[in-house]
């Protein structure tokens, strides 16, 4: 990734790459099988992250190579879109 601090352009990202999503629920075990679910076939890292103070929502990590922003954008879709989470970062 190249930063450029002159503009307010978007960051210039190199494909492929490794992106990491955030994803936040408030399901632990339905988490991890959303996570399967969008990433189907797909080599992939899953770590649980954090749970908030009151215990209500969960945190996943979910890491793999990304080839192009439209695979990015899909799987960030796919993980938004779905019932049982609640935000993706």
């Not at 936040?24 to 076939?41: H, P, S, T, Y």
């Not at 899953?46 to 979910?62: D, E, M, P, V, W």
Request: proline content about 2%; hydrophobic content about 30%; aromatic content about 8%.
């Amino acid at each position: 990734m190249i930063l450029d601090n002159n503009t307010q352009e978007k960051p210039q990202i190199e494909y492929p790459t490794n992106w990491g999503f955030k994803i936040i629920g408030r399901d632990e075990e339905k988490l991890k099988a959303c996570i399967k679910e969008v990433m189907g076939e797909k080599e992939h890292l899953c770590s649980l992250g954090n749970r908030s103070r009151t215990g209500k929502f969960t945190t996943y990590n979910a890491s793999c190579q990304v080839e192009s922003q439209e695979e990015r954008d899909k799987l960030f879709k796919c993980f938004q879109d779905h019932a049982d989470v609640n935000m993706v970062i």
